[in-house]
């Protein structure tokens, strides 16, 4: 079985890199519904939805405006993006998505942002 290092992970918003990325996490959900009756002895759920949750914390670059950039104003103005996370060259989740975000500044660091998407319809991984 062949190991992956993080450090060949990647992101694009509408195809366009987002540069200088710290890190991403995302979270595959099933909307699970629970229908235990009365009586059951065990515990039963029906499966929902299928979504995504995560973050992408990145070193704030004003410079990528087609990514970076691109993601704040997808924010300020509340429209789906194209959001594609890479673990490595090949292996990636591919969504529309809802985006949030907020930023860290401090006087002993560089500036960060931590953007939280929420997937909108179809998750897929390749």
Do not use: C
Not at 48 to 67: C, H, K, L, Q, R
Not at 77 to 99: G, Q
């Amino acid at each position: 079985m062949g190991k992956v290092h993080g450090k060949g992970g990647s992101a694009q918003i509408a195809g366009d890199a987002i540069t200088e990325i710290a890190s991403w996490s995302g979270d595959l959900t099933i909307g699970l519904v629970e229908t235990t009756a009365l009586g059951d002895s065990f515990t039963e759920q029906v499966a929902g939805p299928v979504g995504m949750t995560g973050t992408i914390e990145v070193f704030w670059d004003s410079a990528n405006t087609a990514g970076q950039v691109a993601m704040m104003t997808a924010i300020i103005t509340p429209v789906v993006v194209n959001l594609r996370l890479y673990e490595d060259s090949t292996h990636y989740f591919d969504m529309t998505a809802f985006l949030e975000g907020g930023s860290i500044v401090s006087i002993t660091d560089v500036v960060k942002r931590t953007y939280s998407f929420t997937s909108h319809q179809t998750v897929n991984y390749t």
